[in-house]
């Protein structure tokens, strides 16, 4: 058990410090602004120290346990840990989050309001990657749906309260199955029920129920990922929101639904995940090219990345069914990837709307002369977008793509069909970014287009860097990403249920 809570600290603190935001005198944003950011700048210091000193690379188990009692009738306890699965997306959530206050800058509508919900966003969605109770994972889930209604309900677009409500209905509407599934699972053959992941690891279920299990937990998750058909309410979100809650809503509330088929289905259930493996590699090869096709049709900005988000889940949930290490390591890359890649597209696109008031791709034209570095930043995602050798886009999907080619688990036309969708998806993806680059920055510019605007400022610059970097970096070395769930994905992948299929 470990001495000092440190995860318990990480949870607790931004949502604590987000308390004493109301006691701040209501006009003095600026300083609100950098409270927050320093609150959240510190925290992403204190996961960085953890990750550091504190976790050990060559442990399969859960590390940095915690364990207090909560409600005693239910064996409801605050149980926390980290493993490869979990300190990467911890990692990814502190970065993001922190570049998304620094995003949120120019909010002046009721700022003490927006950046408390920010903190506690953040303490939600770290709190859900340390959970190692299926009940509190269940209520960190929860948590994070009232602040980003909310975020979208009171900064959105003119369609806000059709796309809060769409959003509302969709993920609070599916989260219920997680309910129902943890409680099954729990009190399944008990006399007292058990929420602890280490203890329903262990359990065996009868496989019709194994199945009822992993069919409620994966409606939940496929609305979060999202997966098709139950994708719809992320075009509406993406169109609306203010673009630092774009930039959480790609970076970090996408992984969550990933990193739930991986934490719950795949390693609690996996017997059901045997039987569902081909499916959700046929519904990832169709989501992939679908959502590209969808698109290429779109005039608005936001909603072409938001389906470009859709059709980049696609390789996740193919790396998932593949059940290979490859496959298994290429979805958790693609995840981690994604949400640098896709939080930076978000921050771009909101940076030129501030400038040219539009969305609409029509409406733009020849702003490349006047935006030179948002052209050149806006380029560079979208290479990195289209999977771009040297970029981490590049690496996961080339090892999810191999995870399918290589594995033993499918037959030859199984393989053939899923590798040729996926490869008519690879070709699209360059087609339709390409087309919005096209689209924003050449030819003559729209009449309702001023003649000049400024560039990117320092804060602009900075963030969209501190986002770029790494995509690069872990194109040229993914190893060093890779080398954080290695062991763990070779330990789950050992499981007999796996090795004798």
Excluded at 22 to 27: C, D, E, H, L, T
Aim: proline share 4%; with cysteine.
């Amino acid at each position: 058990m470990n001495q000092f809570p440190w995860l318990t600290l990480i949870v607790l603190f931004p949502i604590s410090a987000g308390l004493l935001i109301p006691f701040f005198y209501s006009k003095d944003n600026k300083f609100i602004r950098w409270y927050t950011l320093g609150i959240c700048l510190l925290e992403f210091l204190l996961i960085t120290y953890i990750f550091c000193y504190k976790y050990e690379f060559n442990n399969n188990y859960i590390q940095l346990k915690e364990d207090y009692n909560w409600i005693n009738f239910m064996d409801f306890h605050w149980r926390l840990g980290i493993d490869g699965f979990s300190i990467g997306l911890i990692l990814l959530t502190g970065f993001v989050t922190t570049l998304a206050t620094l995003a949120a800058w120019p909010i002046t509508k009721n700022p003490r309001l927006f950046y408390f919900l920010m903190l506690v966003m953040y303490s939600g969605q770290i709190g859900l990657f340390v959970s190692q109770d299926i009940l509190l994972f269940f209520l960190m889930w929860e948590l994070e749906l009232l602040p980003i209604y909310l975020l979208l309900i009171i900064w959105g677009g003119k369609c806000r309260l059709y796309a809060a409500t769409k959003f509302i209905l969709y993920t609070a509407g599916s989260s219920i199955f997680i309910l129902i599934g943890a409680l099954i699972m729990a009190s399944y053959e008990s006399d007292i029920s058990t929420f602890n992941f280490q203890n329903l690891i262990n359990k065996s279920y009868p496989l019709q129920l194994e199945i009822i299990i992993y069919l409620s937990f994966l409606i939940a998750y496929s609305v979060k990922l999202p997966v098709l058909p139950f994708h719809t309410w992320l075009p509406d979100t993406h169109g609306e929101a203010h673009y630092s809650t774009c930039m959480l809503l790609a970076g970090i509330l996408l992984k969550m639904g990933g990193y739930g088929l991986i934490r719950v289905n795949m390693e609690l259930l996996p017997r059901a995940h045997l039987l569902f493996a081909p499916l959700l590699i046929g519904i990832g090869a169709i989501q992939i090219v679908y959502a590209a096709l969808v698109s290429l049709g779109q005039r608005n900005l936001k909603r072409r990345i938001a389906y470009s988000s859709v059709s980049h889940m696609g390789f996740v949930l193919i790396g998932i069914g593949s059940i290979t290490k490859i496959g298994l390591s290429g979805a958790l890359l693609q995840m981690i990837s994604h949400g640098l890649i896709g939080a930076l597209l978000f921050f771009l696109s909101g940076i030129t709307y501030d400038r040219t008031r539009t969305l609409f791709l029509n409406k733009m034209g020849g702003i490349a002369t006047s935006m030179p570095k948002i052209f050149m930043l806006f380029t560079s995602s979208s290479l990195a977008s289209s999977a771009l050798p040297g970029t981490s886009g590049f690496a996961a999907e080339l090892m999810i793509f191999l995870a399918i080619v290589n594995s033993a688990h499918y037959s030859l036309v199984f393989k053939l069909i899923i590798v040729t969708i996926q490869g008519i998806g690879i070709i699209l993806t360059p087609i339709y970014l390409l087309s919005m680059l096209r689209q924003m920055f050449y030819g003559l510019k729209y009449p309702n287009i001023s003649i000049s605007f400024f560039d990117a400022g320092p804060r602009e610059s900075f963030i969209s860097f501190c986002l770029f970097i790494p995509i690069l970096f872990i194109g040229f070395y993914p190893n060093f990403v890779l080398s954080i769930w290695n062991d763990k994905t070779n330990y789950l992948l050992l499981q007999n249920v796996f090795q004798n299929r």
